[in-house]
């Protein structure tokens, strides 16, 4: 995770997290080569090292990167620092749809409309340049602070769904097309679904579809039939019912092939609400009879044995993400929910398999189109086609038994027929044979009646649903009870008392346990904490934590300021705490001055008034600028610094004056001197260099240890005039001259000052 000073590229430093999703984690950040503010959307560590999907990520995001539309964010770059990739994108300040309709509940009319008609705007154009999003939410929609909205993330969900991902890092599954659930080719109407479903979560607050887990709530896309608005309410019009339940078809081909046919409705709908908008009809359950050939039937049954040899306890254990090509792409470590062969056969519209090959041996074509037995026995030849053991019986009696026999027959054939009709569902049975009595007459009305009802699955959905289902379903004395479940979202359902299949009286009493959230707990006292450290207590404590930044005067940097709820205040376990943390003191920023041109003392007063600082001054000579006056700062005007910063400046000290400069030179003796006289051992001597004038200029001593050690004299003469000759003396401390007891290897060179 990235820290709030960090600069990427030299360019963009970052501010504050403003948002987290399954793949990345956007960032509100300086440009500061455009000084400008934008975000940047970083991939997670756990995808970087994924080449392939990094490689689909840039193409996929540089493709987005061409659509321009007001109601689309922006895409400005797409680039990648020492290992991090990330997106740099439009910022725009306010929230998403999903945190909207949390906070305002369900939107009024005109404005689920208005936001419709931005939303699909956006998609047109999308669709227009051949993008597909894929995961079009209330989470990828951002609501600024004018109200408008910006759709993110284009055609990003293509590089996600050709990859295998983690169930943290899926897309809601509230919110995909059957196609995608099934894992199958999504096109601009797979969009429109989306879209679709985000409009009845407008109007209604709330989502069609709540499972326990991802998987259930895709195969409630693909099977089940949504509530319409307008049961939880009335006041929704009828005509952008229409709208939602035409988007949301299940077959693709049902639903708005186009965005720009979906916004031509909502136009209509917003200038006149009680228009009336035709939706895609139904699918047709009482058509005619159809003959299925030889080979239709050989496939539905070869179809049913290929569903019924899968392992059917892992049925859709790892739903399908849609891919583009059409293959399916599991996602990992989602629980598995048991699925049953019926089931599976009902979800595909297969019979319980028959064994036709058998009924074909069974009975074989006679010649004049009946049917004719066919024994199962070889022996035929022991067979005597002209015996007949009934010869001898009376008439009478033997058309007794014939007469017995058709019965007997018929009575097979009704009873296999009614058999069979139960089995195939060709009929309708209760679990009693009981006939009404009509309550005024005390007659038998010959209407047969259910005094029971069979009792419906209603874990996983809302208590509002579970309630209009039950109801439904004829039963009468349904209680709800609230506990505390931290795992399962509140209001939603995740016990009953009777088990789905079960018969039970109308008013046999049914329990039904609703989820109130997790149990609340007191948030702990995290102030001037570390932020680490904050971070273990409180999720130690049983919550998640998300963070916030914010400039401090008295909380030093990266220190907690306070917890978004309070500390002390209780919250539910599990739920989001917000760790607000100190960026330090506020520093304020302050344009610096032009000083060019100004006295030294205007130039002090000047930035004395901006709350800077005179840094260091120096002095040079300048043929434009008059002496004592500023030629040039230290930062540039027009830059923004904090205040109390130390600004640098020159001041002019006029023209270079051309005085000449008289030459001198330096002298550089070197060599040594030895002693070649025994007597003079043990003794001290002054090494003198005379010049020209026989003035001593230099001096040094000696002390004579062995004859023939010679001894360094080496010496520099400074300011001299001329190249002046030197010689060296050499006195004893007697102030006699011994020179000529020493040899003497000098040389002297000059060098021009």
Request: charged share 25%; aromatic share 6%; glycine share 6%.
């Amino acid at each position: 995770m990235l820290k709030p000073g960090m600069i990427l590229c030299d360019r963009y430093e970052i501010l504050e997290v403003v948002g987290a999703g399954g793949m990345s984690i956007v960032y509100k950040t300086k440009d500061h080569r455009l000084n400008r503010n934008v975000a940047i959307k970083m991939l997670k560590p756990e995808f970087v090292n994924d080449k392939n999907f990094v490689t689909k990520f840039r193409i996929e995001a540089q493709a987005s990167a061409g659509l321009t539309h007001p109601n689309i964010v922006n895409v400005y770059d797409v680039t990648e620092d020492d290992g991090i990739y990330f997106i740099v994108m439009e910022l725009v300040e306010g929230i998403t749809l999903k945190e909207y309709i949390t906070e305002n509940g369900r939107l009024p009319m005109d404005k689920a409309i208005d936001f419709s008609i931005q939303i699909a705007s956006a998609l047109e154009t999308a669709h227009e340049n051949h993008i597909i999003h894929r995961d079009i939410k209330p989470q990828n929609i951002l609501v600024n602070k004018n109200g408008n909205l910006k759709v993110t993330d284009f055609g990003i969900a293509k590089a996600a769904s050709a990859n295998t991902l983690t169930s943290g890092a899926m897309g809601s599954v509230h919110y995909i097309s059957p196609e995608q659930a099934r894992g199958g080719y999504c096109d601009e109407r797979s969009d429109i679904y989306s879209l679709g479903i985000t409009m009845y979560e407008m109007v209604t607050g709330r989502v069609p579809y709540e499972g326990d887990n991802n998987v259930s709530v895709a195969l409630m896309h693909i099977q089940n039939e949504m509530i319409s608005p307008r049961e939880y309410y009335p006041d929704i019009y009828a005509s952008f019912e229409k709208i939602i339940l035409k988007a949301t078809q299940k077959k693709p081909e049902r639903r708005y092939l186009t965005a720009s046919a979906l916004i031509a409705d909502l136009k209509r709908v917003q200038n006149n609400p009680n228009i009336d908008i035709v939706v895609a009809p139904s699918t047709i359950t009482n058509g005619n009879t159809q003959e299925w050939s030889k080979e239709e039937i050989e496939a539905v049954r070869n179809a049913s044995h290929n569903v019924q040899q899968r392992p059917v306890d892992t049925y859709m254990s790892n739903p399908p993400l849609q891919n583009e090509m059409g293959e399916m792409t599991a996602v990992q470590g989602i629980s598995p929910i048991p699925v049953n062969n019926d089931r599976i056969n009902q979800l595909l519209n297969v019979e319980d398999p028959w064994d036709y090959e058998e009924e074909e041996e069974e009975y074989t074509p006679a010649p004049n189109g009946k049917l004719k037995k066919v024994q199962d026995y070889d022996d035929d030849e022991d067979y005597d086609e002209d015996y007949d053991d009934d010869s001898d019986l009376d008439p009478n009696l033997k058309k007794a038994v014939i007469i017995g026999a058709v019965v007997t027959a018929i009575i097979l054939a009704i009873i296999v027929i009614v058999v069979l009709g139960k089995v195939m569902g060709w009929f309708s049975f209760g679990n009693r044979d009981d006939k009404t009595t009509d309550d005024t007459t005390g007659t038998d009305s010959g209407i047969e009646v259910l005094d029971e009802y069979e009792m419906q699955d209603v874990v996983g959905l809302s208590e509002t649903a579970a309630s209009k289902i039950l109801s439904d379903a004829g039963f009468t004395n349904v209680r709800f009870e609230h506990e505390n479940n931290p795992e399962v979202q509140e209001g939603y359902v995740f016990e009953q008392s009777a088990n789905k299949g079960d018969f039970l009286k109308a008013d046999a009493e049914i329990v039904i346990k609703v989820s109130a959230g997790a149990e609340e707990i007191q948030i702990p006292d995290v102030t001037n904490y570390e932020d680490e450290r904050a971070v273990t207590i409180l999720q130690e404590a049983g919550f998640t934590v998300t963070h916030s930044f914010e400039s401090n005067d008295d909380i030093e940097k990266d220190k907690v300021i306070r917890t978004e709820p309070a500390a002390g205040s209780m919250a539910a376990e599990g739920s989001k705490i917000i760790l607000v943390v100190s960026n330090g003191s506020d520093e304020k920023l302050v344009e610096v001055p032009n000083l060019t041109g100004y006295t030294q003392a205007q130039a002090e007063n000047t930035l004395a008034s901006k709350k800077l600082a005179t840094g260091t001054i120096s002095h040079e000579n300048s043929d434009n600028v008059a002496e004592g006056y500023v030629i040039r700062q230290g930062t540039v005007s027009g830059t923004e610094v904090p205040e109390g910063t130390a600004v640098d400046f020159v001041i002019s000290d006029g023209p270079e004056t051309t005085e000449e400069v008289p030459v001198t030179y330096t002298a550089n003796i070197k060599g040594t001197v030895t002693c070649n006289n025994e007597e003079l051992i043990n003794q001290t001597f002054t090494v003198q260099v005379i010049n020209a004038s026989g003035v001593a200029v230099a001096q040094s001593q000696i002390t004579v240890a062995v004859v023939g050690q010679p001894y360094d004299v080496s010496n520099t003469i400074a300011d001299l005039s001329s190249q002046e000759s030197f010689t060296i003396n050499i006195i004893a401390s007697d102030g006699s001259n011994v020179t000529g007891s020493f040899s003497q290897n000098v040389s002297t060179t000059y060098s021009e000052n």
